[in-house]
């Protein structure tokens, strides 16, 4: 497979992943905001740590399988870039949602969507499941 083909393949894969992982985050969000009354900043930052929990586990085994991590460097990796998107998801709902007319849902949606591709996307692909280059002696058994 080309280059370009794997590079596509590779993000249709990841986003097939966000969105599982968002309908989680999106999910408990929504039930803890309106069904327990929780403030939507908090439930928004539960919501994304429920739905990290989900992207990785499909990322390491589905997405980025090609990755010869073992799975405690990919969890401590993956924290660090989590931990930035979930103070970006978070304050960044918190700031549309303050500083505009924009409900929290929508808010939380548009940062979600630039968040997970500008943030989470890209330093995934190249800080917590690098794809690890086969030397030409494991490659030709």
Known sequence: ????????????????????????????????????????????????????????????RWVFGHCRLNKKHVVLRYLLVWSGSIVLNTFGTWFVTEYSSLGYLISKTLVAIVVATLWNYQLQRVFVFPRVKQSKSSSTT
């Open 1 to 60: 497979m080309t280059g370009l083909k794997r590079s596509i393949l590779t993000f249709g894969k990841a986003e097939l992943s966000a969105f599982f992982a968002s309908v989680v985050d999106f999910g408990l969000t929504i039930l803890l905001a309106e069904g327990l009354d929780l403030w939507y900043a908090y439930a928004t930052c539960l919501g994304a740590v429920s739905g990290g929990i989900v992207n990785c586990c499909i990322n390491y």
